[in-house]
């Protein structure tokens, strides 16, 4: 496989769940995509004309949390809005790692639920809405609420029970 090749399937592969171990740290979404695409230009840069290190995801991370913590640090000085405390209480560790890919496939596998499946799934999960609000909302009923809704956990538990092996979480069960 050529160098480039190998490091777009390292992007296309760690991408989003860096992004997820990034967004947790400064709880911005555009500056965790900034911040994302800076970690694999950093890498990228450094490596177009060597090896890729054998622990490429490891490197990746620690670059994404030093990026991460040099930010936070500047924004602090900025506008106070993160204490030092904080930032020094942030370390890259490999439990943040898994809850950062378990999250990027749990957000993976919301987007490939069917369109209103998806719809009402966020409204009631992410939005907090009840089945009777959603049903409102959208022109359906409440049974049509519960069964998609069902559908979605359904489908959310066959794809992350599949992808390792294990039973995860849901976070918001």
Same mark, same amino acid.
């Given at each position: ?22 967004? /947790? ?15 694999? =230009? ?40 993160? =204490? ?31 369109? /209103?499946? /998806?719809?009402?799934?966020?409204? =009631? ?31 959310? /538990? ?16």
């Amino acid at each position: 496989m050529s160098h480039e090749k190998e490091f777009e399937t390292y992007f296309n592969r760690y991408y989003t769940s860096i992004g997820m171990y990034v967004m /947790r740290m400064c709880d911005d979404v555009e500056e965790s995509e900034d911040i994302v695409q800076e970690t694999f =230009s950093t890498v990228w840069e450094k490596f177009a004309d060597k090896e890729l290190p054998t622990h490429l995801k490891s490197y990746l991370y620690r670059t994404a949390h030093n990026i991460t913590i040099d930010r936070l640090r500047h924004r602090n000085k900025n506008d106070m809005m993160v =204490s030092l405390e904080d930032i020094s209480q942030m370390e890259l560790t490999e439990e943040a790692i898994d809850t950062s890919e378990r999250d990027a496939r749990l957000w993976i596998a919301i987007g490939k639920l069917p369109e /209103r499946c /998806r719809q009402v799934f966020l409204l =009631s999960k992410r939005d907090g809405l009840t089945h009777i609000e959603i049903s409102q909302e959208l022109g359906i009923s409440v049974k049509t609420v519960e069964n998609q809704i069902t559908k979605a956990f359904k489908s959310l /538990r066959e794809v992350l029970d599949s992808s390792k092996g294990k039973v995860f979480f849901l976070p918001f069960l």
